[in-house]
């Protein structure tokens, strides 16, 4: 999990596009992880300069 969130660091100002949901920027996004088999919900806050990793759901 903390490669992905480094990962999404990354993206910077793009990390607020990322994911689930795709009509919209901002606010709570969910990213599928482990081939669909779970997901992590996380908040891009580009003015903190800061990725915030909220939920790690698994269905395995």
């Known amino acids: 999990m903390e490669r ?15 994911g689930r949901p795709i009509d919209r920027e901002g606010g709570l996004r969910e990213f599928d992880i482990l ?11 580009p003015r903190h300069e800061c990725v915030y990793i909220c939920d790690i759901t698994w269905y395995g």
Not at 35 to 45: C, D, E, H, T
């Open 35 to 45: 081939g669909g088999r779970g997901f992590i919900s996380f908040l891009a806050v």
């Open 4 to 18: 992905l969130a480094v990962e999404l660091a990354a993206l910077g100002h793009d990390a607020v596009k990322v």
